[in-house]
């Protein structure tokens, strides 16, 4: 058995990173199966939260983090990496579907999975 990358953007109205990493998980093992091996973030039942320094590009980061063999999300059993926008970041997402909606998140769920 092998391991897959996956990337997942989430942006829409969440509570919390919690609520969008469980509609991922299910929109992965809908898509995907649920019999188990599917490089997807279904594989996945936890995640850990990290920040991105600075004013570095999200897709960089995220880009860094995937290359760097000592990253936790390079562990296909593992968590899997989650970073949040915030601030101008955040606000360069919102269109008019969410303007003066409470609750606006956009997510980046990562790493590798078990195929």
């Not at 299910?26 to 039942?45: Q, R, S, V």
């Not at 990253?71 to 990496?81: L, S, V």
Request: net charge neutral; hydrophobic share 35%.
């Amino acid at each position: 058995m092998g391991a897959a990358e996956f990337y997942i953007r989430k942006k829409g109205i969440y509570k919390n990173a919690r609520e969008a990493f469980n509609e991922a998980v299910e929109d992965a093992a809908y898509e995907h199966g649920h019999g188990g091996y599917t490089g997807t973030i279904a594989e996945k039942n936890s995640f850990r939260e990290i920040e991105i320094p600075g004013r570095k590009d999200v897709r960089d980061f995220i880009a860094e983090c995937m290359n760097d063999e000592n990253h936790f999300c390079q562990d296909k059993w593992g968590p899997a990496a989650c970073v949040s926008l915030k601030g101008d970041r955040l606000a360069k997402e919102r269109d008019d579907r969410y303007k003066g909606k409470r609750n606006f998140n956009v997510f980046y769920f990562f790493g590798w999975a078990s195929d």
